[in-house]
C-alpha cells in the first residue's frame, strides 16, 4: 500500500499519539477501564449487494467508559462467517472490542456485505473485494468524524484493521491487496468500483497502520511487499476451515474455492525480508479458538488478548509488562496444557549468556526459539533424542525468549532470559 500518512511509523513506531502511550501505563498495556460505552447500529456507509440490492453498512462502536482522552487509537475489526453469514455481533467480535477498548482503545466491528452464488473462485474472489471497499468506508467515516465533529474521539494517525476468519482475509486483503497490477483478472471494477470502493465517506484516506489477522489467508502472500503495513497473526495448525500454510480453501468445508496462503504461509514469506511481524501459532488448535465461551475457549482468549495487546503496544514503542502471553493458556484440542506435553524439558543456567543449554530433548521433533514479539529467531529439527542441546545465543539480544519443543506428544514451552 502506499504509504501517504506517517511512513515513518514504520521505524520508529507510533510516534504520532497525541500522549506518549508509554507514559500512559498501564493503559493500552492491561484494561484500566471497568466498563465500556457501546454504540449501536451505527450507520457509516451503503453499496450494492452481489443481488444488486443497496446495503446499508452499520457498526458497533465500542468506548472505554468515562475515558477523558481527547484522540485515542482505533481498531476496526471485522467478522467471521465465510462471507455468507456472520454479523457484527458475532460473539468473538463482542469480546474483542470490549476487551481492547477496556485497554483504552476505540474499537468497532463492522457489517459489510455478503453473499456468494453461484459458488465458485470468482464470485468468492468479489465477496473479499466487497468485504474490503466497505472496510475501507468505515476507516474514513473515523477519519471524517475527526475532522469535523470529533464524536468518537479517534487518532486519525492511529488506526489498525483486523478480523476473523473471513474478517481476517478482509483486513488482509485491505492491506496488501493493493495494487491493480495484483487484483485478479475476474474482479470488474467497473462494475464493483475500484480498490478504494464506493461504500461511503469519499475524499478521506483509509491508510491503517497494522493489521490483526486471526486465522485468515491471503490469495498470494507475495502480495506483501517491503514496507507494507506490520501484521499480528495467529492461526491454529488444526485449523480445517482456513488453512494453515498454503492449501486449498473450502467453502463451508465443501466447495473448493482456491488456493491460498494462511498465517504460516504469510509469515514465513515475511521472514525473507525482516517484515515487521508476529506470529503466533496454536498447536493442535481448530479454527478460532477463542470462540465458543468454554474453558477452553476463554484460555485461547486470554493468550489472543495478550499476544495481540503486546504486539500493538511494542509498535508504540513501548515494553509490555508480560512480554509473552502465559504458556499454561495453550492447549491442544484435548483440553492437556501443552506445557505439561513432554515431562522434563527444560533449560539450565537461566538466565543464559553465550548458550542456551536444553535438557530433556529425548524425543523427535522441532526446536524453536521465538523472540519477545512472537518472531521466529532459530528453529532445528530433532533426530533421534541427543537429550541435551546447546543453542548458540551469543549474537542474541538481551531480552525473554520462549522456546517450543514440538513433538508428535504435543508441544513444551520454557522461557529463558538471555543477559550479557
Avoid at 450494492?48 to 467508559?65: C, F, H, R, S, T
Wanted: hydrophobic share 40%; proline share 5%; glycine share 8%.
Amino acid at each position: 500500500m502506499k504509504k501517504l500518512l506517517l511512513p515513518i511509523l514504520l521505524i520508529l513506531g507510533f510516534t504520532s499519539y497525541s500522549q506518549s502511550p508509554c507514559s500512559l501505563w498501564p493503559r493500552y498495556d492491561q484494561e484500566v477501564f471497568g466498563t465500556v460505552t457501546t454504540s449501536i447500529d451505527v450507520p457509516f456507509g451503503a453499496n450494492l449487494d452481489y443481488q444488486g440490492v443497496n446495503k446499508i453498512l452499520k457498526m458497533n462502536i465500542y468506548e472505554p467508559a468515562g475515558d477523558t482522552l481527547s484522540q485515542r487509537p482505533l481498531i476496526v475489526f471485522a467478522h467471521g462467517g465465510s462471507f455468507v453469514a456472520g454479523d457484527k455481533s458475532n460473539s468473538d467480535q463482542v469480546d474483542l472490542c470490549t476487551h481492547f477498548a477496556k485497554r483504552g482503545y476505540v474499537t468497532a466491528t463492522i457489517d459489510y456485505r455478503l453473499g456468494i452464488f453461484p459458488i465458485n473462485a470468482a464470485n468468492a474472489t468479489d465477496a473479499v473485494y466487497r468485504a474490503v471497499q466497505d472496510m475501507k468506508a468505515a476507516v474514513r467515516f473515523f477519519r471524517k468524524d475527526a475532522a469535523t465533529t470529533n464524536a468518537y474521539k479517534i487518532d486519525p494517525a492511529v488506526i489498525f484493521v483486523g478480523g476473523t476468519s473471513a474478517g481476517a482475509f478482509t483486513a488482509l486483503h485491505y492491506a496488501y491487496l493493493d495494487t491493480y497490477a495484483e487484483l485478479p483478472a475476474t474482479v470488474d471494477t467497473a462494475a464493483l468500483g475500484d480498490l478504494e470502493g464506493n461504500s461511503g465517506n469519499p475524499g478521506y484516506s483509509s491508510e491503517v497502520n497494522a493489521v490483526i489477522n486471526l486465522c485468515g489467508a491471503l490469495g498470494d502472500a507475495d502480495w506483501v511487499v517491503p514496507g507494507d503495513e506490520p501484521l499480528c497473526s495467529m492461526h491454529g495448525t488444526s485449523d480445517n476451515t482456513v488453512p494453515y500454510s498454503t492449501q486449498t480453501l473450502y467453502l463451508l468445508g465443501i466447495f473448493p474455492i482456491m488456493v491460498v496462503d494462511g498465517s504460516y504461509a504469510i509469515h514465513n514469506h515475511l521472514n525473507t525480508f525482516s517484515h515487521p511481524a508476529s506470529m503466533y501459532t496454536w498447536f493442535g488448535a481448530p479454527h478460532v479458538p477463542y470462540d465458543g465461551g468454554t474453558a477452553n475457549a476463554i484460555a485461547y482468549l486470554d493468550t489472543t488478548l495478550r499476544f495481540v495487546s503486546n504486539f500493538l503496544y511494542s509498535y508504540a514503542g513501548c515494553v509490555p509488562s508480560d512480554p509473552n502471553p502465559l504458556a499454561n493458556t495453550i492447549y491442544t484440542t484435548t483440553g492437556v496444557s501443552e506445557t505439561n506435553a513432554i515431562a522434563g524439558f527444560n533449560v539450565l543456567a537461566n538466565p543464559s549468556d553465550q548458550e542456551i543449554i536444553l535438557k530433556g530433548i529425548n524425543k523427535d521433533g522441532l526446536i524453536t526459539v521465538f523472540d519477545n514479539m512472537g518472531r521466529k529467531v532459530t528453529s532445528k529439527v530433532i533426530n533421534n533424542g541427543p537429550n541435551e542441546l546447546i543453542i548458540h545465543s551469543g549474537k542474541y539480544t538481551e531480552g525473554v525468549y520462549t522456546i517450543h519443543f514440538q513433538s508428535n506428544k504435543g508441544v513444551d514451552i520454557v522461557r529463558v532470559v538471555v543477559r550479557h
